[in-house]
Each structure stands twice: as C-alpha cells, then as structure tokens.
C-alpha cells in the first residue's frame, strides 16, 4: 500500500504562488504516476494536472495551463505542483493521487492512492 501526504497549502493573495508537495511513501511501483485534483465546496473532484512516472509527460486542465506546473523528483518520491498567479477561484483542497502506470491519467476513477488534501485559499 502506497501512503501519499500533501503540503504547501495555505492562504494567499491573488497574483501570489504556492508550491504543493506530495510525498509518497509504501510498496509503490517503479512506474507509479501521479496527479493533483482539486476539489472546490459544493463542487466535484476536479483534475488539475498529471505526470507519468519519468516526468517526461505531464497533461493539465485548460484552468491552469500556464500557470501551474506538475514535477517530480523521484529521489524523493515527491511530487509538486507549483501554482503560479493564484486566482480565487483556485480556491480549494487539492489532493494528489497515485497510480501504478506508464502514462498520464486525468479522471479521478483511475486512480488507486489518495492523500489527505490540503487547502489552499486564494483571497481578492
């Protein structure tokens, strides 16, 4: 089993920059890829970016294309998102999730590991 904890949330300006980390830890696979989803209140688990298990493919929604970017540092078993001129209506927990695989994954269904979430606040 494959334990994913996030952090690097918080609250911030709009215009600001965050940087998530997800740290995976257990029996994952050596070609495990990862994902960030974020889930705003009253709303569905959204994608928001993915990257296969090299960093050598990474996908995004049209939402964040530009301003975030998914890496990987494998030495570390982590994962980041970097959020760039945060918007409030960026506002949410974002998870990251985990999979054993080759490639990209962008529906929450497909994946196999989940962390615990961590807020992030974007203020006007």
């Known amino acids: 089993q494959v334990q994913l904890v996030e952090s690097g949330g918080g609250l911030v300006q709009a215009g600001g920059s965050l940087r998530l980390s997800c740290a995976a830890s257990?029996?994952?696979?050596?070609?495990?890829?990862m994902g960030w989803f974020g889930q705003a209140p009253g709303k569905e688990r959204e994608f928001v970016a993915a990257i296969n298990w090299s960093g050598s493919q990474t996908r995004y929604s049209d939402s964040v294309k530009g301003r975030f970017t998914i890496s990987r540092d494998n030495v570390k078993n982590t994962v980041y998102l970097h959020m760039n001129t945060l918007k409030p209506e960026d506002t949410a927990v974002y998870y990251c999730a985990g999979k054993a695989g080759f490639t990209t994954y962008i529906t929450a269904d497909m994946y196999d590991n989940w962390g615990q979430g961590t807020q992030v606040t974007v203020s006007s």
């Open positions: 257990g029996s994952a696979s050596s070609r495990y890829a």
